[in-house]
């Protein structure tokens, strides 16, 4: 078994600071936060989802940082170092479940950017039409084989750079991966944004209208604000477990929250011109996204260049987040199972292709698979709104008491102050002080209001 003295560190603030951004930034912000945006109203969602990143996602984000490094161990692994013997592990149990079914979905999508990825490259996508570009994506996900096999292909990438290690694979990757992403999304904006009729598109981000905004709403918002900070489900206490001994954890917190927010925002100036300057509907769905790209760029000198280039940024935001997800279960099987990081890599990299496939299935509602639906949901569904409405809240929730309320104050401020060498001890305070008598009781108000036992 991999002892602790062989653990691997990030080696500098910046490789601490883009490995997180990496895994905050992901599908989450280019195609999730577009298209629920779009279906929930608007300005409004985009407000409540400030709040929670503020009031909720800081706080946990924090408590996971605390954790994580304190313990130095895998999400599961640090529970049962701080409070050996009891049930507490089991948030980690909890938490690798999440990410597994988090996966199962995240992989299938991830295998839809990296063919419309080589698609853009082979130049199928250039010059396509409205008409075209929906079809596009029904031939797309529907395959049935195709996707399937990208869903094998991502896994293959995400397994191997795993089997790199800590600061030859995640750190490394993120280093030069990140930086280049904000560079290819701004100039997907400047294009949008000077598309005719793009002024729209500004206004339905920004407009806020309460009367659009309904109480499953807010559990979205919530729900979102997990899945994009990676929150909930001990993925940041596993990435905080390498995090370096002299790193400001509150400062990288907030930078990763705010730059994460900022490309979710770029990501929206990007499509939501194109859906209204093409007369498309905001509130597509899961399509949104692969339906409106390729026809922001189809019409232009060079388009299809930057076409190449949106999806080889969603790519790369795919590939990040999805190294610090599956980074959960290898630490994991690492630390308390005696693999070697490469088995483990492997075996869950095939793992999650294969329960993944039911996933990729589903979407076709002629396939057996899609037929298949329980309350109206069908397997992708299922994985989708099971971990992110469901089970990131409740670990967020128990993570936050877990902190707030059996932690000394104290202790937290050393830690997080680097045992008083930085000074911020007013604002950690502060911030433990919201832990514990503002995101538990917004947690809970939020998830009662979404099973309709309180009415917001
Ligand atoms: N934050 C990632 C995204 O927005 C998804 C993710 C969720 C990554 C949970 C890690 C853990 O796409």
């Given at each position: ?15 601490v ?37 503020v009031?909720?996602g ?12 304190t ?5 599961i ?24 079914l988090?996966?199962?979905f ?5 295998g ?15 010059g ?39 600061k ?8 030069t991966?990140?930086?280049?992403l ?15 009729g793009?002024w ?64 979710s ?43 190449i ?5 969603a ?11 599956v ?22 990299g095939?793992?999650?292709a ?19 639906t329980?309350?109206?949901?069908g ?7 099971l ?24 202790q ?11 000074a911020?001890?007013?604002?950690v ?28």
């Open positions: 078994m991999a002892s602790n003295e062989k653990r691997e560190t990030f080696s500098s603030g910046l490789a600071f883009f490995a997180t951004l990496g895994s905050a930034v992901g599908l989450g912000n280019i195609w999730k936060f577009p298209y629920l945006t779009g279906q929930n109203g608007g300005g409004a969602f985009l407000l409540v989802y400030f709040l929670c990143i009031f909720v800081l706080p946990v984000m924090m408590s996971e940082f605390y954790i994580g490094r313990a130095r161990k895998n999400a692994g640090a529970f049962k170092a701080i409070m050996p013997g009891t049930l507490w592990k089991h948030v980690g149990t909890m938490g690798v479940l999440a990410t597994y988090i996966m199962f995240y992989s299938c999508v991830a839809w950017v990296y063919f419309y990825l080589f698609k853009a490259l082979t130049g199928e996508l250039s396509i039409t409205m008409e075209g570009a929906k079809a596009q994506f029904g031939s797309v996900i529907m395959g049935p084989w195709s996707p399937i096999l990208w869903q094998c292909i991502v896994m293959a990438v995400v397994s191997g750079i795993l089997i790199m290690g800590v030859q694979g995640i750190e490394k990757i993120t280093k991966l990140m930086p280049l904000f560079v290819l999304i701004l100039a997907c904006d400047l294009r949008a944004l000077t598309l005719p793009a729209e598109g500004v206004r339905f981000l920004f407009h806020v209208d309460f009367s659009q905004l309904s109480g499953a709403a807010v559990l979205t918002a919530l729900g979102l604000a997990f899945f994009k900070l990676s929150l909930g489900l001990g993925c940041m206490i596993t990435y905080s477990s390498y995090f370096t001994e002299d790193n400001n954890m509150l400062g990288t917190a907030a930078k990763v929250a705010f730059s994460d927010t900022l490309v925002l770029l990501a929206g100036l990007a499509i939501f011109p194109a859906v209204f300057a093409f007369g498309m509907e905001p509130g597509a769905g899961p399509g949104l996204l692969f339906m409106t790209l390729p026809l922001v760029f189809a019409q232009m000198p060079l388009g299809n260049l930057l076409l280039a949106f999806f080889f940024l790519s790369i935001a795919a590939t990040t987040a999805m190294l610090s997800l980074e959960v279960p290898v630490a994991y099987c690492i630390e308390e199972r005696g693999m070697s990081r490469t088995g483990a890599a492997v075996f869950n095939i793992l999650i294969g329960v993944g496939v039911l996933a990729t299935l589903s979407v076709d509602p002629s396939s057996l698979l899609g037929q298949m329980f309350m109206g949901r397997f992708f569904d299922w994985f989708d709104y971990s992110s409405n469901i089970l990131l809240p409740i670990g967020g929730l128990l993570t936050a008491i877990f902190v707030g309320y059996l932690m000394p104050r104290e937290v401020v050393a830690e997080l102050t680097n045992q008083g060498r930085l911020m001890a007013g604002m305070g502060m911030l433990y002080s919201i832990l514990r008598y503002v995101t538990p009781v917004l947690l809970i108000v939020v998830f009662l209001a979404s099973v309709g036992l309180v009415k917001l």
